[in-house]
């Protein structure tokens, strides 16, 4: 007998099913569940951003770094902000990797929002993955974030021995030492934190073709994210304001429960 195939929550049917004229009182109220959610986050969780940059953070070189998953020409991205140390980010990176392969009109874009409660761990794992990116490109990069997931104690506890790394070089091993990948990681965090990503995981949902984008504390289930996806392509939304590219600020600091 097939398994029923798991509902939508209550909320997500009752969209769907209402008249046009409540899409506004229905965006209205998810935005104020959404902020109740968030001050729950910001007197429950614990930690903060990692070391941040003295010098002013360059747009640029946070944007040259792309790490991405799916295909670079889907409509809709999800940006992922994570922490290599984190153990929620531990357990829905490979799920939210699989949602990903199932939906090839949704690419996946990594960022890196090491925690100052994970460190020094959070920070060099990053460095780690950045350059397995670096010298192997985007699947080298996902294979690197595998790798230390599966091997990582998390809560700052970090890898045993680092140099285990498959294909551990000696340019590997400049390329962790060296200014660059702790210039970028940091200019990333930096980035999370002016846009008040301050817990992980979290996510950013991109409409590429409208350029409209809101942000969801995770970990974010699949039936979630098509109708995030869905509500933010949604003809009627046209006549609401346009985000700005901050979305819903996910306040607060430290790992997101589950």
Partial sequence: MTPKRPSLPIEMQAFRRRPRRWLRLLWALAAGLTAALLIWFMFSSSGEPGPQPSREVDATEVAARPWRLGSPEARFTIVFYADLECPYCKAYSPQLQQWIDAHQDVNLQWHHVPM????????????????????????????????????????????????????????????????????????????????????????????????????????????????????????????????????????????VPR
């Fill in 116 to 255: 100052s409660i994970h460190e020094p761990a959070a920070s060099q794992e990053a460095r780690l993955v950045e350059c397995a990116g670096q010298a192997g490109g985007h699947e080298a990069f996902w294979a690197a974030v595998q790798w230390v997931y599966a091997n990582t104690r998390s809560d700052g506890q970090g890898v045993p021995d680092l140099e285990m790394f498959p294909g551990m070089s000696a340019d590997l091993k400049a390329c962790l030492s060296g200014e660059p990948s702790a210039r970028i990681v940091h200019a990333q965090a930096a980035e999370a934190a002016a846009s008040g990503i301050t817990a992980t995981p979290s996510l950013r949902l991109i409409d590429r073709t409208s350029g409209r984008s809101i942000v969801l504390p995770g970990p974010v289930p699949g039936d979630a994210l098509l109708s995030a996806i869905d509500m933010l392509a949604a003809n009627d939304l046209a006549e609401t304001k346009p985000s700005d590219g901050a979305g819903t600020p996910a306040s607060g600091a430290g790992d």
